[in-house]
Nanobody, 124 residues
Framework: VQLQASGGGSVQAGGSLRLSCAAS????????MGWFRQAPGKEREFVAA????????YYADSVKGRFTMSRDNAKNMMYLQMNSLKPEDTAVYYC??????????????????WGQGTLVTVSS
């Protein structure tokens, strides 16, 4: 399994960006798929994750109501629509996949598959 994130860039506060994650290899419907981010000098943190088999999507409180995660099975793509961006959203964003979704805890995703990251910069 290989993941490649794209779509990052620079935007002013209040703006929007859509991140994409292209998956190659066998991603099963039972896999958990997620987005994490890491700001400079900070630990990697959970942003959003989906358990497609459960039909559930989970969001960090800090992004709830502003970010929306979705997928396109036919294209093996996953997306993160980010609206009302804030300077504190500035980070490198990573997409990830695990064979089974347990939680948004980063430790549950460490042994999974990760994309290379895409930088999002939000200026005030």
């Amino acid at each position: 399994v290989q993941l490649q994130a794209s779509g990052g860039g620079s935007v002013q506060a209040g703006g929007s960006l859509r991140l994409s994650c292209a998956a190659s290899g066998r991603i099963f419907s039972s896999y958990g798929m997620g987005w994490f981010r890491q700001a400079p000098g900070k630990e990697r943190e959970f942003v959003a994750a989906a358990s497609w088999s459960r039909g559930s999507i989970y969001y960090a409180d800090s992004v709830k109501g502003r970010f929306t995660m979705s997928r396109d099975n036919a294209k093996n793509m996953m997306y993160l629509q980010m609206n009302s961006l804030k300077p504190e959203d500035t980070a490198v964003y990573y997409c990830a996949a695990v064979p089974k979704y347990y939680s948004g805890d980063y430790s549950d995703w460490l042994s999974g598959y990760w994309g290379q990251g895409t930088l999002v910069t939000v200026s005030s």
